[in-house]
């Protein structure tokens, strides 16, 4: 008997306490007291008026001090603040009609009445029905925001919408008032581009050069492979030496694109406008696209050290296990969370399938996030980062959209399978079907099985390179102390120089590389700087080379020894140079966004009216759309596709040639950046123009070396331009040759002129032709714009699902 009654008193007490727990979720408590405290420059006591604000915790089971927001009082408005700052998904505070005794002063033992409020859940709006040819948006208050009338979000639902939407419901309504937190419209009326009213032409351009990228990258990635299947079976050590190096080579440069677009990204998700009294899910939905972009552009940067490390070890994997052995292996040990059965897995392959996993869709949100915490805020990204998980919290029906979006976007952006083959991605476990089709791929070589048309835009594109250029490709010295081999058809030169390398580093920078393992073993065979003995000399050819060059020539012997400062050698192995590939991508994606612009503001003359707020504007946002992609990376000293750094213990003349190429395009980037603006400026406000014109002028062609470290991307440039004199006749006429395909709104064959001094004089006279306040001459462009035109649709036909 005396059992039961304690068990009932226990369950009576239980059921009391689970009562008061259940009863105070989500519960605040406010209240008011005076107080004083001793104002040492009054020498008196100051009473003070106070407002606190504690809410209910699970974890105490109590009331704990929280205050998000300094508040004036209790009032319907206050408590609303404080309740969705302490709860999620809440809109306003219900008072209970009911108080409790806090301390508030725990020294002095002070306590207050305090009013109790129970926060309401946030009750959504009900989305209404869409018809065809309409859309809809949900706004939402932020958390700070005072609820709004029915009157007010009309006016703004019509602002969004561009006219009185043609239905809206209103949502979370703030308690008994005729407020709420949230409104759905549907508009009828075309929805302007959110992205700065940036129109199909320019995002086609940058789909375009996304794809040619990666592709130029896949041809390099496959050459190489090719190369070392064939080279294994005559040295194998050396063939896997020299893999490696170009493998870590195309995986570096993949990356370092990977980064410029991360960066115009960031550009474009800060750029896109956004209200400071409410979130838009349509704004929050693109900002997330963009993000999401990044992530698929990560996940394609991984796929190639993922396929490096497979070239390079797949014995280690499929010796030991067969992909649907090691999946098992992988599924066990994950789900278990503990060690065993790793010692059993190759560590490349765990390492393979860890990297692969985290680029699933289910784990996309994670990946968001990083991406989110890794934008700067720079003048670039002036806008602020969102709180991704926040955010989704508010709009929960954008994870599905999202998720779609992402699949899609990785289905064009998979190293070596074309779309068609990639149906599972949106499955849990897709990266252990990768792994296998990769398996696949690898096994003998290099298999195209899963390819598709996709090698098509990379040949096509290689067939563009720029004729009149060709004699430049394979410079001459004009004048060097190291006789130059002749070099037969179908071969190729370099000379390689032993720079001092206190020319370019420190020494405290020497040595904080040389602290690195890998770093002294790629530069083991010589210090840097020091003078070689032929067989040195023969071995860093080889390694160029790719193979034992057919001839050599030693020169700038050092003193009495028998060692040399520099060697000239010839290969016959075919040169793979996947950094002109990468400059004729950009050359290209160049000649697009100079017809995108120039097509956009012949259409703004046509339908705008000159002086008006509408037409300055839309010359404005065509301006900064088309600049983006030159500005972005420059601004951010994106890193280039060139290595402008060499951890050789010589200097390539190729290699020099190469990074100088970059730098002249570069420089006619920034040019690129003064025409746009000196035609947009023209169109705005007429013929005043003497300044920009000056600095115009900085971009003539006697000019591109005069400020090479000023433009370049690496320190000490010029000295290493200095090292090969015969390099700067070829790139001067490369520049040139670049003006004459970018020079917006004429045509290279009228643009003889800019190889002479004082060339943006001749220029600036035909841009006041061209362009004038609401007109536009065309008479310069000739069959300019046409064969662009065809070219960009013919090139858009070889790029699988490119629309």
Request: hydrophobic share 35%; charged share 25%.
């Amino acid at each position: 008997m005396r059992s039961t009654v304690g068990l009932l008193a226990a369950l009576l007490l239980l059921l009391c306490c689970s009562f008061t727990t259940a009863s105070y979720e989500k519960v605040i408590a406010c209240g008011t007291y005076n107080d004083s405290f001793y104002a040492p420059w009054m020498d008196a006591p100051l009473e003070t008026y106070y407002v606190f604000v504690e809410r209910w915790s699970a974890e105490t089971s109590d009331f704990v001090r929280f205050s998000r927001y300094s508040l004036p009082d209790c009032s319907f408005e206050s408590i609303g603040l404080q309740c969705r700052g302490a709860y999620k998904n809440v809109s306003y505070g219900l008072d209970l009609n009911e108080t409790k005794t806090i301390l508030v002063n725990h020294r002095r033992k002070y306590s207050v009445e305090a009013k109790l409020f129970k926060c309401q859940d946030y009750v959504r709006a009900q989305e209404p029905e869409v018809s065809e040819g309409s859309w809809s948006d949900r706004l939402s208050l932020e958390n700070e925001g005072p609820c709004k009338s029915e009157a007010e979000w009309l006016s703004t639902s019509t602002e969004e919408c561009g006219k009185k939407p043609t239905n809206y419901i209103l949502g979370a309504q703030c308690g008994d008032q005729d407020q709420y937190r949230e409104v759905i419209f549907v508009c009828d009326k075309p929805k302007n581009d959110i992205l700065l009213d940036i129109d199909s032409e320019f995002v086609a351009a940058q789909k375009n050069n996304l794809h040619n990228i990666q592709f130029v990258l896949f041809e390099r990635f496959k050459e190489v492979v090719e190369d070392f299947k064939e080279a294994r079976f005559i040295n194998q050590t050396q063939a896997v030496d020299t893999c490696r190096k170009d493998l870590i080579r195309t995986v570096d440069a993949a990356e370092d694109l990977r980064k410029t677009f991360t960066r115009a990204y960031a550009y474009a998700v800060n750029a896109i406008g956004a209200s400071t009294e409410y979130t838009s899910r349509q704004t929050v939905l693109a900002k997330l696209k963009e993000y999401a972009k990044v992530v698929g552009d990560r996940r394609w940067t991984a796929l190639f050290t993922v396929a490096s490390h497979m070239v390079q070890n797949l014995p280690s994997i499929t010796d030991q296990m067969s992909i649907s052995e090691f999946v098992n292996v992988w599924k066990t040990t994950e789900e278990s969370s503990s060690w065993e059965g790793w010692e059993n897995l190759p560590w490349s392959a765990w390492e393979l399938f860890k990297t692969l996993k985290t680029y699933d869709a289910e784990n996309l949100l994670k990946h968001v996030e990083d991406v989110n915490n890794d934008i700067t805020r720079t003048v670039f990204t002036r806008g602020y980062r969102i709180p991704v998980l926040e955010v989704l919290e508010l709009f929960p029906e954008l994870k599905e959209p999202l998720t779609a979006y992402y699949v899609e976007y990785v289905k064009d952006h998979t190293l070596g399978i074309a779309r068609k083959h990639l149906g599972f991605l949106n499955e849990s476990d897709a990266h252990a079907r990768l792994i296998a089709m990769y398996q696949e791929i690898f096994r003998s070589g290099f298999d195209q099985k899963y390819m598709g048309t996709h090698s098509a835009v990379t040949s096509r594109l290689s067939v563009k390179s720029d004729e009149t250029v060709k004699s430049y490709n394979d410079p001459r010295p004009s004048k060097t102390t190291t006789q130059e081999p002749s070099v037969r058809e179908g071969s190729w030169s370099d000379r390689l120089s032993a720079a001092q390398w206190t020319e370019y580093v420190s020494e405290e920078q020497w040595r904080e590389y040389m602290s690195s393992e890998i770093m002294r073993e790629y530069i083991s065979d010589a210090k840097w700087g020091e003078c070689k003995s032929k067989a040195e000399w023969l071995k860093a050819s080889t390694r160029e080379c790719g193979k034992k060059p057919t001839n050599y020539v030693v020169g700038k012997q050092c003193g009495n020894e028998q060692k040399y400062r520099e060697v000239t050698f010839t290969c016959d192995k075919p040169r793979i140079d996947v950094y002109t590939d990468f400059l004729e991508v950009r050359k290209d994606y160049h000649r697009k966004i100079d017809l995108a612009f120039f097509g956009r503001l012949v259409h703004i003359v046509e339908t705008e009216s000159p002086g008006t707020e509408t037409y300055n504007r839309s010359i404005e946002n065509a301006f900064t759309a088309a600049t983006l992609p030159y500005m972005v990376p420059l601004a951010f000293g994106s890193l280039y596709a060139v290595p402008h750094f060499n951890l050789k213990s010589y200097t390539s003349r190729e290699l020099v040639f190469a990074q100088a190429k970059e730098y002249v395009i570069s420089f006619g980037e920034l040019r690129y950046y003064e025409l746009f603006r000196l035609a947009s400026d023209i169109l705005m406000y007429g013929n005043n123009m003497d300044t920009r014109i000056q600095q115009i002028a900085e971009f003539d062609a006697p000019n591109i070396f005069k400020n090479i470290d000023k433009y370049a991307k690496a320190d000490g440039f010029a000295k290493q331009i200095a090292l090969f004199p015969e390099l700067k006749e070829p790139l001067t006429a490369y520049y040139v040759e670049y003006m004459k395909d970018h020079t917006l709104g004429i045509a290279r064959k009228h643009l003889g002129f800019l190889n002479e001094s004082g060339a943006h004089a001749r220029l600036a006279s035909m841009y006041r032709e061209i362009f004038r306040p609401g007109f536009i001459d065309q008479k310069y462009m000739d069959k300019f714009t046409h064969s662009l035109q065809l070219e960009k649709e013919d090139l858009s036909s070889a790029i699988p699902n490119a629309a």
